[in-house]
């Protein structure tokens, strides 16, 4: 299925950079990580990096990604820029959120 | 902690530095607790949130944040800047943090369980980084239409509140006003501890703007609808006062500038602080005569503000040139302003709260609206308006100059807007009509606390100014004008008539007495001349009788001697 949609989708390097906001190492928080690395593994497999943002700890970051909700993930790259909120729980939407599968094939 | 607001400490509140609100609500919003704020759109709840805001950073040493939901800061400082608010120089200056947070669904996708802590975070970043006391939220609403499950979002919300609370936070919270209730989300769930509620409301075409405090817990607050105003000064309300009578009075007297009205009121002049109503038919002279009061005013350096319905500030300074008066010169010295307003610019209401805060900023010692009579509505309303204006001068202890226009100049009350009684002193200005003129008279109806003239008199209006005349009053009535003059110049020749026949018949008494004096002159001649002859007649008898008896001894000594 991966196989199927990956030229359609990811971009020439095909390289994934996102960015995960949490604040501090709270159960959703934790949640969203592992879900997150769950499905890059077995989508993304070496052409992505996660970068885990704590607002706990950086505050000041908050405003320039618009965060709002924690946990939010947010797309850098491929462009454009795209948001999620929760704890990833849902594969299916975080496939789709992710461009890695057309919004079409959502049941 | 237990609130109780009979016998506790007052509630520490936080001054908005709003004209009239802070009046209102007995010192302003609580503070360190949520405020809501809510109404429909465009009703000004935004343009509340940051005026609070920046008076509390500029006033009263209270940094602020304002976390926007709709506009961004950019758009933000542009519209504010409108108003004279440097919102980037506050920034700048660390008294003013300005977030804006986006809130777009699109951009979200929702994909579990979440939380709002980037909110909180975000919020406290921005606190700790000015060390804010005030914090503006709006529209916080606007996250139920960028966020899916309403129910966290309400979880979330109540925490947010609960938070602002904890941390001392005075904050105003702006929400839509929604169906059967306050706000679209039923905010004032969350938010119970004051309520405000803003209002926009279109009657005959004119619209008022009013503002509620719907509640206010542990406080006492004016409970009323009061008018708020919003122009380029910002934002004022106008505090309804009581009814109390509890001004204090002077007894000082202020003199009118024309001579002869002064001379109608026993101490010179009106009490410093009464209102003075000014009442006649169109074209009697009240613009005129409440020009010179304020001519009279200005030249003792009082300041005084001039409300006008009819006519432009220019106008009025150009036509009392015509009676001799000066007053661009007074506009010019800052002693003198006009406020030109058409009267269906605004409703009622409005108008009072923009004369309350044009009053409130110029601190003038003589009001004069001209004429009340343009202010239209119900009976009622003009009336209690106007009672609202005497009672607003009074308490400040200016001195209030009103005119009013007389349909038909009679004395029935239904034209007076039962505004009589409300005036301390009451001109009335009667043109009379006879012998095909008019001409213009003048009484004192009423004079409060002084004795006053109770005749009519008549005045001129010329290049010299106002000249009032004593009107003629004897036998044949009342007269003036030209009827006046032709009854003056009748008397006056009467008076000579009668004058040449006194002096006539004074001159034929004289001839009468000179007459008989010439008689008596006469008579004594004739006298004289009788005594004269009488003497004669004497002296002849007694000549006679010596010369009869020396004959008779010659002739008895002749007989002696023959015997």
Known sequence: ?107 | MALDPTSGPALPKARTGIVGFDDVTFGGLPAGRPTLVCGAAGCGKTLFAVTALVNGATQFGEPGVFMSFEERAEDLAANFASLGYDLDGLVADGKLAIDHVRVERSEIEETGEYDLEGLFIRLAYAVDTIGAKRVVLDTIETLFSGLTDASILRAELRRLFGWLRDRGLTAIITGERGEGQLTRQGLEEYVSDCVILLDNRVEDQITTRRLRVVKYRGSAHGTNEYPFLIDDQGISVLPVTSAELGYGVSNEIMSTGIGGLDAMLSPGGFYRGSSVLISGMAGTGKTSIASSLVDAACQRGERCLSFVFEESGDQICRNARSIGLDLKRHVENGLLRFEAARPSLFGLEMHLARMHRDIERFQPSIVVLDPISALRGPNSEVQATLLRMVDLLKIRGITAVFTSLRTDGTFEDDDDLGLSSLMDAWVKLVSVEANGERTRTLYVIKARGMSHSNQVREFQMSAAGIALIDAYIGPAGVLTGTARVVQEAEEHAATLRRRQESERRKREVFRRRQGIERQIAELRASLEIAEDEEAVLVTEDEARDTVMKKERLIVSARRGAAE
Do not use: W
Not at chain 1, 20 to 28: R, S
Not at chain 1, 49 to 75: F, M, S, W, Y
């Open chain 1, 1 to 107: 299925m991966s196989d199927l949609n990956k030229p359609e989708v990811a971009d020439e390097n095909g390289h994934y950079h996102l960015r995960l906001y949490v604040a501090g190492q709270t159960v959703k928080s934790m949640a969203a990580f592992a879900n997150l690395k769950r499905v890059c593994e077995e989508h993304l497999a070496g052409r992505y990096d996660i970068e885990v943002i704590d607002l706990v700890k950086n505050p000041q970051l908050a405003a320039g990604d618009q965060i709002l909700a924690i946990p939010t993930l947010v797309r850098r790259l491929p462009e454009p820029l795209k948001r999620m909120v929760g704890d990833l729980s849902n594969t299916e939407k975080v496939l789709v959120g992710l461009d890695i599968r057309p919004r079409a094939f959502l049941p």
